[in-house]
């Protein structure tokens, strides 16, 4: 039976502000001066639409941990999916979305996730895609103060039937200069002071530091999930380039 109420996705994200504040945070986490910036809107405007997107559930919001007095937002993707697939549902079965396979890249791409000790968040990023990715994929990390990778991290990649990096703790350094077509921030401190890299996109995503087993777990899952999500990009950068 229809119903005069559109479904909450299109609501939430009709707006040509909103959609514009979706646009950007699907490809990267940013706060709030970096939205003002880039949509050209003042920041009461931009607030009052980000808190719009919160209530429907389709963006995250969390404090910079290098400046408190800033927030990060993130787009929610596993909910816009949910989302979506209910709003095509919800005008007829047939156009019930479904999510594509990434499709197999045409050459090898190059990633590289950064962190502050790359003792956690960037080794278990870059275990995690080589376990997922079925595509031709050189993929590295690295921080800039490296420490050995934490016990925790092995644990909760173990758990998961995966392995750790073999190469030990790597200072930014090494790599700087290098070519990448991906390189990840996963760290706000490392975000501020990220040295240039000839990448062709540079994303960060707005993850806490863990500290105990918990979030080490937590951490896993958070980047199983944007690293399901980042396998389609990493497709469509290899075909582009192939």
């Not at 707006?15 to 910036?37: C, F, G, I, Q, Y």
């Amino acid at each position: 039976m229809g119903t005069d109420t559109p479904p909450a996705f299109l609501t939430a994200a009709g707006h040509p502000v909103r959609w514009r504040l979706l646009s950007e945070l699907a490809r990267t986490d940013l706060a709030v001066h970096e939205l003002t910036t880039r949509l050209g809107h003042p920041q009461n405007l931009i607030s009052y639409h980000l808190g719009k997107l919160r209530r429907a559930g389709l963006v995250t919001a969390r404090r910079s941990s290098a400046d408190g007095r800033d927030t990060y937002y993130a787009l929610h993707l596993a909910q816009c999916s949910a989302m979506l697939t209910g709003t095509g549902a919800a005008l007829h079965p047939a156009l019930r979305l479904r999510s594509p396979s990434p499709a197999r890249p045409g050459r090898r791409v190059r990633v590289l996730f950064l962190c502050t000790g790359n003792s956690a968040r960037s080794p278990m990023a870059e275990a995690i895609l080589r376990r997922h990715t079925t595509a031709p994929a050189e993929i590295h990390s690295a921080g800039v103060n490296p420490r050995p990778l934490h016990r925790y991290a092995v644990q909760a990649l173990a758990a998961r039937g995966i392995d750790p990096p073999g190469t030990g703790p790597t200072h930014v350094s090494q790599l700087t200069g290098a070519p990448f077509d991906h390189v990840i921030t996963l760290c706000d401190r490392v975000k501020e002071v990220c040295p240039d890299f000839e990448a062709a996109g540079r994303v960060h995503w707005s993850i806490p530091e863990p500290v105990d087993r918990p979030d080490f777990d937590h951490l896993a899952d958070q980047l199983t999930e944007r690293i399901g999500f980042f396998l389609h990009r990493l497709a469509i950068t290899s075909e582009e380039a192939s």
